[in-house]
């Protein structure tokens, strides 16, 4: 028996497996399109795995992970990134707004694939579609998937075309060609790139990411609410983000979820999820639903952004679909929403390269920016422990490593 199955969100059906999910299209047959994964393993063994010191990858978390056959594997030494603490930060808040809190930094830029936060779900798809026989995929991505996917699916040998919207950096077109990749730049911006996969998709039939709620990139990134139990010995009391489509938040609730049978103390941690002013649309729909009192239907109601003009372009997703299923999970964690400005990012970036040698990437500026604004609007308080989610490097980026040269 395997050790995995999926279930609907809506009606229940079990789906026993990747094979049957992908053969279905990736929808159950009441036309849901989204399923979680539950194990059979024992979840006190993740007490003996959390003790582990020096693991190679996150599949340390294989009990917990939807795939049989370690053979399978396609891994390029990702997940189990340091955490480590930045105390300039805790300085900053202590000397500015007499907050002593603990400061952690969770290095996603160190992930051994691309260096960025969607290697674990790019490594955990190539085994996947390995083990299910996959052969051919496509995604419209802003970047970050773009690359990861297109390095482990080459590893993996499956033939995977990427769609980006017109305001991509070179450098991850590059990235992508140099993997032996199939690359479409869209001359619309990133609701259009969908589009266009979704076409490419229906007139091929190649199988298509399912978005942010895909079980595959769920189940990847909750492994690092493991992590923090394995690093810091704890869940931290306030988590900080840059948001784009969502997939980071629904992980770490599905994760905290998932163990909550074993470790009763663990709760959800407030999450900070951040936007950069040039394309804020949860930023607003929550503003919104804050000054309506969360009246209710709140969760649906959020403006659409058409063509973002931002140089994030990581963060570049104008339409929010997945507010309606994100914001409710913030409001349950006690988190917020915030807004920093893009003007400022390369400024906060430099800090972080002054104090710890550290370039960057854009999308991660924004997140550091959010300590600062969560400070300011008194959303952190004594006594915490604080994880700022910096998910990639300056590599990302040329341009805005030049940036932060000159800042
Ligand atoms: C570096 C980085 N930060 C943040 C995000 C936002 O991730 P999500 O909104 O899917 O949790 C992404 C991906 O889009 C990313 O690549
Ligand atoms: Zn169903």
């Keep these: 028996m395997s050790k995995y199955r999926l279930r609907c969100t809506q009606c229940g059906e079990v789906i026993p497996d990747f094979a049957a999910w992908f053969s279905q299209d990736q929808s159950c047959k009441c036309g849901c399109k989204r399923a979680v994964a539950e194990y059979s393993s024992d979840y006190n063994k993740l007490k003996e795995l959390i003790e582990v010191k020096n693991p190679d990858n996150f599949y340390l978390y294989s009990d917990f992970l939807p795939f049989e056959d370690f053979n399978n594997v396609v891994s390029f030494g990702e997940g189990v990134i340091p955490i480590e603490n930045w105390t300039y930060l805790e300085d900053f808040a202590r000397e500015n707004y007499g907050i002593d809190c603990k400061v952690m930094v969770y290095r996603n830029d160190l992930n051994g694939g691309t260096g960025t936060f969607k290697d674990v779900a790019a490594s955990l798809a190539a085994t996947v579609f390995r083990e299910n026989g996959v052969k051919e995929f496509c995604v419209a991505s802003t970047g970050n998937t773009a690359t990861a996917y297109s390095r482990y699916l080459a590893l993996a040998g499956i033939d995977f075309t990427v769609f980006v919207p017109k305001c991509v950096n070179q450098d991850t077109v590059e990235a992508i060609l140099s993997h032996g990749q199939n690359v479409m730049v869209c001359d619309g911006d990133y609701s259009y790139a969908k589009k266009r996969a979704a076409a490419f998709h229906e007139d091929n039939g190649v199988m298509i990411s399912a978005g942010n709620i895909d079980p595959i ?115 349950k964690s006690g988190g917020t929403f915030l807004r920093v400005e893009e003007s400022g990012l390369a400024t906060v970036a430099r800090t972080a390269k002054e104090h710890r040698g550290v370039y960057l990437g854009p999308a991660s500026a924004v997140c550091l920016s959010g300590f600062y604004k969560a400070l300011e609007a008194g959303e952190i308080h004594n006594g915490e422990t604080v994880l700022v989610n910096t998910g990639e490097g300056a590599g990302r980026s040329s341009a805005f490593r030049e940036m932060i040269d000159k800042a």
């Design 217 to 331: 990139r769920v189940e990847a990134k909750k492994t690092m609410v493991f992590e923090f139990l394995r690093q810091l010995g704890r869940v931290p009391d306030v988590y900080i983000q840059a948001v784009s489509g969502g997939t980071g938040p629904i992980a770490l609730e599905k994760g905290v979820g998932e163990i909550s049978g074993v470790f009763p103390d663990v709760k959800l941690p407030r999450m900070i999820l951040v936007q950069q002013d040039t394309c804020d649309p949860m930023v607003q729909g929550w503003e919104n639903a804050v000054n309506t009192d969360f009246m209710e239907g709140w969760e649906n109601k959020y403006p659409v952004i058409d063509n973002p003009q931002t140089i994030v372009s990581i963060l570049s997703t104008g339409n929010p679909g997945m507010f309606p299923v994100v914001a409710p999970i913030v409001r």
